[in-house]
């Protein structure tokens, strides 16, 4: 098998790596509190802060992997 297609592989696997640990910051910093305040009500001033910093850490992380894809090799 070729080398080329190996780092390929491996830069995919990353990627798809990269792009999960995002949602799941989405997921679990971005989304989870804002549905807890809606059911239950205001809970800490800071929750919406947390929130807006766990949505740029997921896109900065689905950048990455974007990023991590523009290295395939033809």
């Keep these: 098998m070729s ?7 491996q ?10 640990v995002g949602m799941a910051v989405l997921g679990v910093g ?4 804002v549905v ?3 059911l239950s009500g205001p809970t ?3 929750v919406p802060v947390l929130v ?6 997921s896109s900065g992380l689905h ?3 974007r990023q991590t894809l523009g290295g395939l090799e033809e």
């Design 52 to 57: 807006f910093g766990c949505i740029l850490a």
């Design 30 to 33: 971005g989304f989870a509190p």
């Design 3 to 9: 080398n080329k297609l190996v780092r390929n592989e």
């Design 11 to 20: 830069r995919k696997l990353t990627a798809t790596y990269l792009n999960g």
């Design 63 to 65: 950048l990455l992997a």
């Design 36 to 38: 807890s305040m809606t």
């Design 44 to 46: 800490s001033s800071i």
